[in-house]
């Protein structure tokens, strides 16, 4: 059972790269420009899913927007990894009232959700895929910071860690050299899980008109704009969503399905 | 003798594994107490929680569970759980966690009560008073209306024992009731114990691994291992000239003032293989 | 007691210096910002001593956590009114929508979560906890924008926007928050049945769990009874951790049904960079956030005794 959550996970997360990835060098009809084709098209043929308000053909903007996705969430959660796992892992290494005072700031950071964060740097910088990537990247690095720490304390209990530290071995050095290794599962597991939020989060704020800009085709944008044609035109307002869905599911699944697979501990007593 | 309890040929198993319980039959007869003797694992608490009808959904019972005439074995949650605490009840091992740790000891009492016998909480709570005070609470009111938590172990021992008893149930299953507790304690729990079922006159299926216990307790025994019943008979019986090798193991464990000065000590595997 | 009000007033300190230096100190200097690029020198200098830019930040932030606190959440950097008048009759908007959505999704939450506990070895349990997975993957946005096809555009049983104050008329008030609460309620639900099938399946293997079906309490009635109140603890801790995804949710949603809640003004505001009023309100919805938290904190000792009695000695 847990088996088949992973490999649903994996195909879907699959398909979502490879419709990226095919979006660099094939869309059947040009994603942005403005095209002959007739406006708010029904699903059919030559426009599988048919076209938006522009006239533009929907399946080609899907596979531009798994791009979008893709990129937001590999550099979000890029940032929240990089800054997370070090200062995890320091946390676990400071004594008590240094870390008792980190992980109050980890509940402080937990008040502000990364669209909050993102909506507040887009009044001060301007709305834009950067500031997106970095306000969801920022608030999600008190979730690695938890698990690092986590990991990385059993890991500094152990014995093996303890006779490193007693040969005189840098902390760095076992940091990178023992503690990493040990942990990256959990940071696997985070990762996927956090992927498939900001995945969430850059489509919500694209639909707010916060993120990705209108020139650069996006799922949440495109929600946003079939919205105004729901009345008249409520086909477009599905493929995004499920676009979406499939996504975040995907990656979700494979955090699941990766964290009953690498630690049979964790899972639940039959 | 007419049997409050008669079980035949009761096989348990969980999931695709094979059968813990095999083929076991037990009889009761109103009144008596059977003392069934084991170590672990060798599902004499199985059975109990079978007879209960408590076992997780993935268990596989098969053969029959009569109490009083009626088939307990197939039948719905719902259906047990009007006999449940109504004409059988149970005493578990552990007294530290058997208690719901939000709720007054009073409260959890007066549940028993107000689900089989009367909801109204005035006449509910006077039933649990006087059951406390036969479990031995000079201060029942002070008892029941403590907190789990503040109660030691021999005293939530004898909480979980009104529960047990205070519908006056037909038959008791105790499943080791003592053996997480003092021995000072334990003897407490047991004269109690001894106490209530006597003014009940309910019949008692009492396990325990020990068979000194036992033998204050029951008139009759019988020896499980792997599953089976290895030996049966009275008490006395069981303890003078046991048949089996294994039941000879276990009394010659348990009577060390029968010992040698200076002879080593017996142990159950001197008189059979334990797999 | 003590330490907990002290560490939520630290939190509360330390949320107000990250909005505080997020929205004036990075923005560079804001007369310019409201004035454009046609300003002159009097101009900008006049403008700063107005909005009392030209203090040192401390004195600024000072100025601006003090006002907080007698009610004053400073005035609108380009309509000059003040943000407390704009925000004022938003609120119940947003506050509606979070209660309603909260409760809508513990509603659905709770008997999801223990048919998802009870049944998990058959199909039903399966399928609660299959349909929770989905249902996560779910923009709420979006389920509003089917909910709105559905039912206020196809069927037209349900205003698909709009808001009616409940003190003008409770029914259009109830009417025109059913679709948006929804919306709200389900996908938070579906994270939620996660979190309360887990906390279940942890009473189900407790042993007072057993002692309850013991005395004759069904598998049902018996997790009814005493499996809330013993799940109630590591639930409340969700709920607390989750309200802050809900007032995001509600800040979408909002967008979606046209609702002139918070989040819209928020929205407005962001686009008109009007930090003066942002501010505000980001500090109102974080405050709302570590107070429920703190709270959260304060109830578990109402929820289990042995914590009472911890405190108390």
Redesign the interface.
């Known amino acids: 059972m847990k088996r088949a959550e992973l490999w649903i996970g994996l195909v879907l997360v699959a398909g979502v790269v490879a419709l990226a990835l095919l979006s660099f060098v094939w869309t059947p009809f040009n994603p942005t420009g403005v095209g002959s084709a007739p406006r708010l098209a029904p699903p059919g043929w030559p426009h599988v899913l048919g076209t938006d308000h522009m006239g533009i053909d929907t399946f080609s903007r899907i596979l531009v927007g798994a791009r979008s996705a893709l990129y937001v969430g590999i550099i979000a959660v890029g940032i929240a990894a990089l800054v997370g796992v070090p200062l995890g892992i320091l946390a676990a290494w400071l004594p008590r009232w240094g870390a008792e005072g980190m992980m ?2 980890v ?2 950071a ?7 964060l993102a ?9 834009s895929t950067e500031t997106a990537m970095l306000a969801i990247g920022i608030a999600t690095i008190p979730a690695f910071i938890r698990v690092t720490r986590a990991g990385a304390l059993s890991v500094l209990a152990s014995d093996y860690v303890l006779a490193a530290r007693a040969s005189g071995t840098p902390v760095p050095v076992i940091a990178v050299r023992h503690v990493l290794p040990n942990i990256a599962h959990l940071v696997g597991v985070q990762a996927s899980v956090s992927f ?1 939020m900001a995945i ?1 989060a850059e ?2 704020l694209s ?4 993120g990705t800009p209108p020139t650069v085709p996006s799922w ?1 944008r495109m ?1 946003g704009d ?2 105004t044609y ?2 008249s035109h ?1 086909g477009q ?1 599905v493929w ?2 499920l676009a ?3 996504a ?2 995907g990656f ?2 494979v955090g ?1 399905g990766l964290r009953d697979f690498l630690d049979p501990k964790l899972q ?3 | 003798m007419t049997s409050l309890l008669q079980v035949r040929d009761l096989s348990i198993a969980f ?1 695709r594994k094979d059968p813990v319980v095999r083929g076991l039959d037990l009889d009761l007869a109103a009144g008596q107490r059977l003392g069934i003797i084991g170590e672990s694992g060798s599902g004499k608490t199985v059975t109990a929680l079978a007879i209960m009808g408590l076992l997780p959904d ?1 268990a596989r019972v098969t053969g029959s569970i009569r109490l009083d005439g009626t088939e307990l074995v197939g039948l719905s949650d719902r259906a047990l759980s009007r006999v449940r605490g109504d004409r059988m009840s149970m005493i578990f091992q552990e007294p530290m966690t058997a208690l719901d740790p939000t709720m007054t000891a009073g409260r959890q009492v007066a549940e028993a009560f107000r689900l089989h016998r009367d909801r109204d909480a005035g006449r509910a709570r006077t039933a649990v008073l006087a059951m406390l005070r036969a479990v031995g609470f000079d201060d029942a009111e002070r008892v029941a209306d403590s907190y789990p938590h503040q109660l030691s172990g021999g005293q939530r021992q004898r909480v979980v024992t009104a529960m047990a008893l205070v519908n006056r149930p037909g038959l008791v299953i105790c499943d080791e009731p003592t053996t997480a507790l003092d021995v000072t304690v334990q003897a407490t729990v047991l004269r109690v114990l001894d106490e209530v079922l006597e003014a009940v006159g309910a019949s008692c299926l009492f396990i325990s691994h020990d068979l000194a216990v036992v033998s204050q307790l029951c008139s009759d025994v019988v020896v499980m291992l792997n599953g089976r019943v290895v030996e049966r008979g009275t008490a006395e019986q069981v303890f003078t000239d046991p048949r089996h090798p294994y039941a000879a193991g276990l009394v010659a464990t348990a009577r060390l003032d029968l010992l040698e000065p200076g002879t080593r000590l017996p142990t159950v595997a001197d008189h059979v293989r334990v797999p | 007691m003590l330490a907990r009000l002290g ?1 939520f007033a ?2 509360l300190a ?2 107000s210096v ?2 505080f230096v ?2 004036q100190a ?2 560079g200097d804001v007369a310019a910002v409201i004035l454009g690029h046609g300003a002159t020198a009097e101009q900008l200098a006049a403008k700063r001593a107005e909005l009392g830019t030209d203090r040192p930040f401390v004195v600024q932030y000072l100025d601006w956590v003090f006002g907080m606190a007698t009610g004053d959440f400073g005035r609108s950097w380009f309509s000059g009114l003040p943000v407390a008048t704009l925000i004022g009759p938003r609120a119940e908007v947003t506050i509606s929508l979070v209660v309603g959505g909260l409760l809508l999704a513990l509603l659905i939450a709770l008997p999801l979560g223990a048919v998802a506990a009870l049944k998990r ?1 058959q199909w039903p349990g399966f399928l609660t906890s299959t349909a929770a ?2 249902g ?7 389920a509003g ?2 909910l ?2 559905v039912f206020g ?1 196809t069927l037209g049983w349900l205003p698909p926007n709009g808001y009616v104050p409940i003190g003008r008329d409770p029914v259009a008030w109830a009417r025109h928050l059913v679709l948006p609460v929804t919306a709200l309620g389900v996908v938070q639900a579906a994270v939620l049945v996660r979190y309360v099938r ?1 906390a279940f ?1 942890e009473v189900l ?1 407790e042993d007072h769990y057993r002692t309850a079906r013991s005395i004759g309490w069904t598998r049902w009635r018996a997790l009814a009874r005493h499996g809330v109140r013993n799940a109630a603890l590591s639930l409340v801790t969700v709920v607390g ?1 989750q309200l ?2 809900v ?2 949710g509600a ?2 949603i909002e ?2 049904f046209v609702l002139p809640g918070l989040g819209s003004l ?2 407005d ?3 008109q ?1 009007d ?1 003066a009023v ?1 501010r505000g309100i ?1 500090m109102l ?2 405050l709302a ?2 107070a429920i ?1 703190a709270l959260v904190d304060v109830s578990y000792v109402l929820i289990d005794p042995r914590l009472r009695a911890r405190e108390s000695s």
Do not use: K
């Not at chain 1, 639909?207 to 916060?210: H, K, S």
């Not at chain 3, 996560?136 to 946005?141: E, I, L, N, R, S």
């Open positions: 109050r700031a509940d402080v937990y008040a502000f959700p990364a669209l909050l909506i507040l740097l887009a009044g001060v910088f301007g709305a498939a969430l489509a919500a639909y707010l008109g916060l949440g929600l079939a919205q729901l009345f409520p307002a995004p969503g979406i869905a499939g975040v599911l979700n699944l699941d639940e007593v039959s | 999931g993935n | 560490i630290l939190s330390l949320a990250v909005i997020i929205t990075l923005p070895r997975q989905v996560m993957a779910v923009p709420a946005f979006w924008i089917l709105v096809f555009v887990s399946l293997g951790l802050a995804a007032i995001v800040i979408v967008r979606v928020l929205l505001m962001v686009s960079h930090l942002v980001v919805l974080v956030v570590l938290n």
